[in-house]
């Protein structure tokens, strides 16, 4: 008897499993702050799951080649880097501002990066309002300007940019792109080459995310990250919640992406300083890979 | 020589700013929460400030006839009670839950003392989604149910009802209601009686904002919410900031009210545990002043 052509129940479930966890990508944001790229990957890859987001700090201190290497050695899609834009040339904290050809400079390099390790998406995080300024449509001028510099350089290099819309709350020092609606603007006006990460903890509470996702269709729709809101938080930037933990039916917002077309990974992105950053990394994808096959 | 007749610049100025005071509210959430409100209508009405928003639970401490007496007495302005509504049946937090009974109860209450204390607007704060749940759209049907019932009750009384869109941070546990486009959309189909509080904080990032405040008009802009979102807060609850200090552009707001027909009150709403809390209420009740004459 082949075993492979009448599998038992257990194999089935056992490959079905697989199969789903294929379609997970752990941002490293998710896993606590000393654990090193390399280390992420290894962890990752051990659960069989599909994908990993990189971020470029942890990035440059692996190294680009050798993460290049790691990342095909154990088989990840790497569904996004993290991050480039930042157009008002502050980081959030806004203690160290950079020049207008400084900002596009980095956002150059975030390109090459992305290139090199065949990242689906580079994520473009918009940028606030410069420390002391309180012209909302002159920083978003600034976006639109920025991301018509950066997005020649990406179709060269053949990295395709995804604007993450953030929650409204990072609106001053973050993200003065808000919705979804102001990304896909942005996407009409600037042509190929350019999509949406939709977010569920930016993008839950928005009356019009719906019609937003079937308006950005499969052409627009280039990530899916998830995590829940934790009903009473007190700290939107870093107390994120699990999958299940919180008031987001992600169920709904999975089948809303898919019937609109995206057919790539739900990339699982959490920061937690008081809850997963205290617990050791292969717990924490433990759990991310149980909640994705239970609740997503 | 009659001196009212040929004023000197410096009483002009006197005049010209006691004018502008007028137009200025104090809510007194803006003062630390040991102050009673017998003690906050002194402080208030000894500035000269036009007018003052009372929030429930001290005007019950206060008794409800007594705090009529003392609001006539001293000739303030009542822009507004707060607050009715919580629609899900919970306060933030969740400790305590109501059944739809016990909560247009507590609204049925709220509006009659909004009648006797003579309040320009009842503030409605739609509530969040119940601890457990995640059917945003269950709770946002809730909230149209809900204003459906108390409506009638507050038309009878002679109550105008101010929807309060709450910025998306709070759509978990505080309101559903996110945006003027959702509010506007309620008034739309609940007709006469109720309108929208606009509050600089909750809604200065909504890309949409002015063109939902000329869609209001001056039928259903009824009270003008005013502080600063700083910058790099970490805590969008209890961390608002004083006019001038954040990245709001109030007098452009301000401008949008006014040229779309609004012409009540500027009524300062600043919840600041760490800083002006911490202060003695009548200098914070005096920079208030010197803020609204100098930056909204």
């Known amino acids: 008897m082949n075993k492979k052509k009448i599998p038992s129940k257990h194999t089935d479930e056992i490959q079905l499993r697989a199969l789903k966890l294929d379609l997970l990508s752990i ?4 896993l606590p702050p000393d654990v090193t790229l390399e280390s992420a990957i290894k962890i990752i890859a051990k659960k069989e799951i599909g994908g990993i987001a990189v971020w470029r700090d942890k990035l440059l201190d692996c190294g680009v080649t050798q993460a ?3 990342l095909q050695e154990h088989d990840l899609v790497v569904t996004g880097l993290c991050r480039a ?11 160290k501002s950079k020049s207008w050809d400084q900002m596009i400079d980095d956002n150059f390099a975030a390109i090459d990066e992305a290139a090199e390790i065949n990242a689906q998406v580079l994520i473009i995080v918009a940028g606030g309002i410069r420390t002391g300024e309180k012209d909302l449509s002159a920083a978003r001028t600034f976006v639109a300007d920025g991301l018509h510099v950066i997005l020649e350089r990406a179709r060269d290099r053949g990295v395709i940019l995804a604007i993450e819309p953030l929650h409204p709350v ?3 020092n973050r993200s003065v792109v808000s919705t ?3 990304a896909l603007d942005l996407c009409d006006v600037l042509g190929s080459g350019i999509g949406v990460a939709v977010d569920a903890y930016h ?7 719906h019609a937003q996702i079937i308006r950005a269709g499969p052409e627009r729709l280039l990530a899916f990250h998830i995590c829940d809101w934790l009903r009473d938080t007190r700290d939107p930037l870093l107390d994120r919640g699990m999958m299940g933990d919180g008031v987001i039916d992600l169920q709904k917002m999975r089948g809303w992406m898919e019937a609109a077309g995206y057919s790539g990974l739900c990339e699982v992105e ?4 008081r809850n997963w950053w205290q617990r050791r990394p292969q717990d924490v994808v433990d759990v991310c890979a149980d909640r994705f096959l239970g609740d997503c």
Not at 270 to 273: C, L, M, Q, V
């Open 203 to 209: 993008t839950w509470w928005d009356p019009d995310l």
């Open 270 to 273: 959490i920061f937690s300083e």
């Open 170 to 172: 990072y609106c001053a």
């Open 85 to 95: 834009g930042m157009f008002c040339g502050e980081e959030a904290g806004g203690s």
């Open 27 to 30: 941002n490293q944001a998710t």
């Open 180 to 182: 979804m609606k102001q």
């Open 68 to 70: 290049r290497s790691l």
